[in-house]
C-alpha cells in the first residue's frame, strides 16, 4: 500500500526566512511521482513542484524546491524567502506506477508566515 | 483554458434534501476525479472516470452517494438524501492521463454544508 506521511501540523516562519516541510512516503514502487500542492485560505489546490523516483537532480520551480533523498523516503519542500502569501496549507502526495490512477495525499502541514 | 470548473461554489442544505454538485474538467482531459476533503480525514479520492467511465468508486461512502459523467465536459456528484456528515468541500479535478508524472487539475471545490 502507498502512503503519505506529513508529520508537522503546523509551522511557523519570519518572512523572508527559509523553511522546510516533511513529507516521506512508503511505497513498493519503483517508478513513481512526488508532488506539492499549496492551498491558500481561498481553498483552491495549486500545484507547485513535481519530483520523479528516477530524476537525479532535486527539483526546482522558483522560491519552491524539493529536497529528494530516496533512500529515506522522503521529499522536503523548501521554501526559500518566505512571503506572508505563503501562509497556506501545503499537502504532499503521490502517484506510483503500480495504480498510476490514483493520486494519494499526506495530511497537510500549515504554515503561518509572520512579519 | 478556463481550468477546472465546479458549481456551486457554497451549498446549504437541509437534512434529507437531495444535493448535486458540478463539475467541467479541463477540455481534453481524459481523466476525472471527484475528491472530499474534511478536517478529520483530509483529502479522500471518491471516484473517477477515464473517457466518461468510472473506474473505482470504492471510495464512495455509501448508497447515498453516486456520480455521472454523461460526456466528456461533464460530471455530476449527488448526494441523495443528505446528512450532516456529509459536510465538507467536494473537489472535482482533471488530468490529461495517470502517468506519474501527470499532476491533477483542480477546481476550486464546492463548500457543501448540510444543516
Known amino acids: 500500500a502507498q502512503k503519505i506521511t506529513q508529520t508537522q501540523p503546523g509551522m511557523f516562519v519570519q518572512e523572508k526566512e527559509a523553511v522546510t516541510l516533511d513529507c516521506t512516503y512508503d511505497?513498493?514502487?519503483?517508478?513513481?511521482?512526488l508532488f506539492w500542492y499549496k492551498q491558500p485560505s481561498s481553498g483552491e489546490m495549486i500545484f507547485l513542484i513535481y519530483?520523479?523516483?528516477?530524476?537525479?537532480q532535486n527539483a526546482t520551480e522558483g522560491r519552491y524546491s524539493l529536497n529528494f533523498q530516496k533512500a529515506r523516503k522522503s521529499a522536503n519542500l523548501v521554501i526559500s524567502a518566505s512571503q506572508l502569501g505563503d501562509s497556506a496549507m501545503y499537502f504532499c502526495?503521490?502517484?506510483?506506477?503500480?495504480?498510476?490512477?490514483?493520486?494519494?495525499f499526506g495530511t497537510g502541514t500549515r504554515l503561518q508566515v509572520f512579519p | 483554458d478556463a481550468g477546472v470548473i465546479q458549481s456551486p461554489r457554497h451549498e446549504v442544505t437541509e437534512m434529507g434534501q437531495e444535493v448535486t454538485l458540478r463539475c467541467k474538467p479541463i477540455?481534453?482531459?481524459?481523466?476525472l476525479f471527484w475528491y472530499r476533503q474534511t478536517m478529520m480525514r483530509g483529502l479522500e479520492l471518491l471516484i473517477y472516470?477515464?473517457?466518461?467511465?468510472?473506474?473505482?468508486d470504492s471510495g464512495m461512502p455509501e448508497d447515498r452517494f453516486s456520480a455521472k459523467m454523461p460526456n466528456a465536459s461533464f460530471s455530476t456528484l449527488k448526494i441523495q438524501p443528505s446528512e450532516p456528515r456529509d459536510s465538507a468541500v467536494y473537489f472535482c479535478?482533471?488530468?490529461?492521463?495517470?502517468?506519474?508524472?501527470?499532476?491533477?487539475?483542480f477546481g476550486s471545490g464546492t463548500q457543501l454544508s448540510v444543516l
Open positions: 479535478a482533471s488530468s490529461l492521463g495517470t502517468a506519474t508524472n501527470e499532476k491533477l487539475f
Open positions: 511505497t513498493s514502487d519503483q517508478s513513481y511521482g
Open positions: 519530483q520523479g523516483s528516477y530524476d537525479e
Open positions: 502526495a503521490m502517484r506510483g506506477s503500480y495504480n498510476t490512477d490514483k493520486l494519494i
Open positions: 477540455s481534453g482531459h481524459d481523466y
Open positions: 472516470f477515464n473517457n466518461n467511465v468510472p473506474i473505482d
